[in-house]
């Protein structure tokens, strides 16, 4: 007798995800659902071998004790915090995520807004669809030969400095762990993070956001760096304290900012968001005010959280969803969250 599919439930995706699914996951019946995953829409699910979700969709005792035949959650990101992992490890239920999938994306968008910064690139579109051809104001700088600063030398990261090196950029790094053999093939230097500050020309920020990494980059921090140093944050907007870096810029101490991440930025997004039910983040209010303050300045690029949206980076994530699933199928799970 042939065993039967698994059955599967997939939320919050979009439409040509749920076609990618549909196509490459034919041994799996497989249900799809809109909106995230709360304790109302569970009871449409209760024979559910598994679920397929997105960080919006919380994973607690409640939501469990209603899918007794759950054995499998693939979660459609790298974090696992909206997972309660403990009570899945009581039920034997196996829980994978997707460690890797955009590494040089976000890279490239991080030179996406330090070549913005660096030539003006903002301005200059600005001016030309006014119809205004003029040159003035938008001398840039050349990044052959400066110094670039890198907080947090991991996949991402690492990215950067190969790119960097393309330039010719000189690459100063700071992390809590030291890869000699890596600094050596990549061609940079480990430094500390005071020498960074006060040396690079340019700050990237590529490490999580924890309590060591809230508000690194703080009033103390700025009054340490270059005249003129540009900070690039497309890490987490918590690293950065908005209300430092508004000062820094409003001073000159700081030439620019490209933020990919703002403090808060759940209210940057649609204003009826905060009248929904679902909206489960408290927001600090002074701090949303200063971001759009930050919106204002001439000196500023802030991206929408869009550093890891390129089509390949989200087949990349598809991709490992699938391989999830049917190594489990196989019963040889991989990407196991433990």
């Known amino acids: 007798m042939p065993k039967k599919p ?49 960080i919006y969709s919380a994973v607690n005792k409640k939501i469990l004790d209603k899918l007794p035949n759950l054995k499998l ?52 579109y600005e001016r030309t669809i006014k119809g205004d051809f003029s ?60 020498y960074l500050l006060k040396n690079s020309d340019i700050i990237t920020l590529h490490v999580p956001y924890s309590k060591s990494t809230h508000h690194l980059i703080d009033k103390k921090a700025i009054s340490k760096m ?36 703002l403090e808060e930025e759940c209210f940057i997004r649609e204003e009826k968001q905060i009248l929904s039910k679902h909206f489960l983040k408290e927001c600090d209010l002074k701090t949303v005010l200063q971001n759009h303050i930050l919106l204002k300045q001439d000196n500023v690029i802030i991206t929408p959280h869009n550093a890891f949206n390129s089509w390949e980076a989200l087949h990349r994530i598809l991709d490992t969803i699938i391989l999830n699933i049917n190594s489990f199928l196989k019963k040889k799970p991989v990407n196991v969250v433990k």
């Open 6 to 54: 698994l059955k599967i439930t997939f939320f919050e995706l979009e439409h040509w995800e749920k076609e990618y699914f549909s196509k490459h996951l034919k041994n799996c019946d497989m249900q799809f659902i809109g909106e995230h995953l709360n304790e109302i829409n569970v009871n449409k699910i209760k024979n559910a071998d598994a679920i397929g979700i997105f």
């Open 73 to 124: 959650i693939v979660t459609l990101s790298t974090g696992f915090d909206h997972i309660d992992l403990k009570e899945c490890r009581k039920r034997k239920i196996t829980v994978c995520n997707v460690p890797h999938y955009g590494e040089n994306t976000v890279a490239e968008h991080t030179f996406a807004l330090i070549l913005n910064l660096t030539r003006m690139l903002h301005k200059a």
């Open 135 to 194: 040159i003035e104001g938008l001398r840039g700088i050349d990044l052959q030969g400066r110094i670039l600063g890198v907080v947090g030398v991991g996949s991402i990261g690492q990215h950067v400095i190969r790119i960097a090196k393309g330039f010719e950029m000189k690459v100063i790094a700071y992390d809590k762990f030291k890869n000699l053999k890596l600094a050596k093939r990549l061609g940079f230097k480990y430094v500390n993070l005071d």
């Open 226 to 261: 270059k005249k003129g140093a540009l900070i690039i944050n497309t890490a987490r907007g918590g690293i950065v304290e908005t209300s430092a870096l508004l000062e820094g810029m409003q001073s000159g101490k700081i030439g620019g900012a490209g933020l990919d991440v």
